[in-house]
């Protein structure tokens, strides 16, 4: 449940005023570009790897599939696809240390979710 009533403000993207909440999260998650996620991973001191755009790129596709955010064992899973051998969940945490909700959601350009699982 959200404790913070939403009041927009902008962040600037190379000179695109993007829409987001008081917490940082998109508004509108269709202003999402890649350098959106440059920019708030850089905002969140996360250095993007190719396994961070693994993660991105599957919450964005499944975005854009389901009009819902993904939950994130659905991103562990993926990340166990991706990278055998791997585990998704120790991984995902390795990538995102302050969570899903908190860190991927952000970059990805989610809407701040209601409710969400850690898997």
């Known amino acids: ?4 009533p939403e009041m927009p403000r902008y962040i600037d993207v190379h000179g695109r005023q993007i829409k987001v909440d008081e ?22 001191e996360v250095t993007l790897t190719p ?18 955010s993904p939950d994130a064992r659905h991103a562990f899973r993926h990340l166990e696809t991706e990278l055998p051998g791997e585990n998704g969940k120790k991984r995902f945490f390795e990538l995102f240390p302050k969570g ?14 209601r409710a969400w699982s850690t898997g």
């Open 51 to 68: 396994a961070h755009w693994i993660v991105i790129r599957f919450m964005r596709d499944s975005l854009e599939k389901t009009q819902i």
């Open 1 to 4: 449940m959200r404790v913070v």
């Open 23 to 44: 917490q940082g999260f998109l508004v509108d998650p269709d202003q999402w570009t890649e350098e959106v996620a440059v920019f708030m991973a850089d905002q969140l």
């Open 100 to 113: 899903y909700v908190s860190q991927a959601c952000r970059i990805a350009g989610m809407r701040q979710p």
